[in-house]
């Protein structure tokens, strides 16, 4: 079983800039496309980057294309999310999720795994 954190939310002003973690923990051999998720309150949750397993392939949400960077280290199980140019409607729960397969899915279905979400709070 894989486990999942998160790290690295906060408080942020408007135009700064953050960078999420997300640490796997447990029985990390398996290969697995890895995913960034946000949610706010009463709203469905939104995908935001998926990163292949290698890191070579990526896709955004058009929101945070441009702004956003989704990257992993194997070597350290962890997935990060650089966030620059944040905006208030940045601010949501962020949730990493793992897919095992080589499909870039932006649908939360997809995902089997899920950490418990970190909180970005971008003020204006």
């Known amino acids: 079983q894989v486990q999942l954190v998160e790290s690295g939310g906060g408080l942020v002003q408007d135009g700064g800039s953050l960078r999420l973690s997300c640490a796997a923990s447990g029985r990390t051999d398996s290969r697995y496309v890895m995913g960034w998720f946000r949610q706010t309150p009463g709203k469905d949750r939104e995908f935001v980057a998926v990163?292949?397993?290698?890191?070579?392939?990526?896709n955004y949400a058009r929101s945070v294309a441009g702004r956003f960077t989704i990257s992993r280290d194997n070597a350290k199980n962890t997935v990060y999310l650089q966030m620059n140019s944040l905006k208030p409607e940045d601010t949501a729960i962020y949730y990493c999720?793992?897919?095992?397969?080589?499909?870039?899915?932006?649908?939360?279905?997809?995902?089997?795994?899920w950490g418990q979400g970190t909180q970005v709070t971008v003020s204006s």
């Open positions: 990163v292949s397993w290698s890191g070579a392939s990526t």
């Open positions: 999720a793992a897919s095992r397969g080589t499909y870039l899915s932006t649908t939360q279905s997809w995902y089997e795994l």
